[in-house]
T-cell receptor, first 111, second 114 residues
Framework: EDKVVQSPLSLVVHEGDTVTLNCSYEVTNFRSLLWYKQEKKAPTFLFML????IEKKSGRLSSILDKKELFSILNITATQTGDSAVYLC???????????FGTGTRLTIIP | NAGVTQTPKFQVLKTGQSMTLQCAQD?????MSWYRQDPGMGLRLIHYSVGAGITDQGEVPNGYNVSRSTTEDFPLRLLSAAPSQTSVYFC?????????????FGPGTRLTVT
């Protein structure tokens, strides 16, 4: 059974700090790892990492995938209050379109 | 494109009542799925469909039914609501034509069963 574990469960930092969120996984026939941001509504897509794309960057957010050690990190630099959200990690495998989600990391940015 | 739409946004049911949560997408995606989200539990897959006429169970299917008569629609039926089904429900869709498993989510339905 596919499994995703995120850490920490919650994190409180001050505005301007840099944070690193962790995601480890076990999946049969790995296809992709995805990061989503969830505020008080539906998850919104941030990044997708695959064997052909193990690093992604968008503004202050970046993510890497380590397929050998089976983990990914999401970095957010110069955090802002708008970064406060739950960050979800999910993995997918070849053969079907299902995603397995972790329980998420709740990030709170203090002004 | 409207993307993925869900109705209703909020619903209160009494124990034993039945109802249908509606989900539709206009992106011609083959894959559609239903998740429930409870505090501290992340998103758990209830049922999914890989195309019209094809459905399968996910991680927590008990108490729910689905059908997929068209590519666009994927309704979720609660047969006899129970307080344990109080949750936020998300519908999502994706296309097998992309390079990964990126799923697009609807806005969610907050269901309370009393």
């Amino acid at each position: 059974e596919d499994k995703v574990v995120q850490s920490p469960l919650s994190l409180v930092v001050h505005e301007g700090d840099t944070v690193t969120l962790n995601c480890s996984y076990e999946v049969t026939n790995f296809r992709s790892l995805l990061w989503y941001k969830q505020e008080k509504k539906a998850p919104t897509f941030l990044f997708m990492l695959t064997s052909s794309g193990i690093e992604k960057k968008s503004g202050r957010l970046s993510s890497i995938l380590d397929k050998k050690e089976l983990f990914s990190i999401l970095n957010i630099t110069a955090t802002q209050t708008g970064d406060s959200a739950v960050y979800l990690c999910a993995v997918g495998n070849f053969g079907n379109e299902k995603l397995t989600f972790g329980t998420g990391t709740r990030l709170t940015i203090i002004p | 494109n409207a993307g993925v739409t869900q109705t209703p946004k909020f619903q209160v049911l009494k124990t034993g009542q039945s109802m249908t949560l509606q989900c539709a997408q206009d992106m011609n995606h083959e894959y559609m799925s239903w998740y429930r989200q409870d505090p501290g539990m992340g998103l758990r897959l209830i049922h999914y469909s890989v195309g019209a006429g094809i459905t399968d169970q996910g991680e927590v299917p008990n108490g729910y039914n689905v059908s997929r008569s068209t590519t666009e629609d994927f309704p979720l039926r609660l047969l006899s609501a129970a307080p344990s089904q109080t949750s936020v429900y998300f519908c999502a869709s994706s296309s097998s034509r992309t390079s990964g498993n990126e799923q697009y989510f609807g806005p969610g339905t907050r269901l309370t069963v009393t």
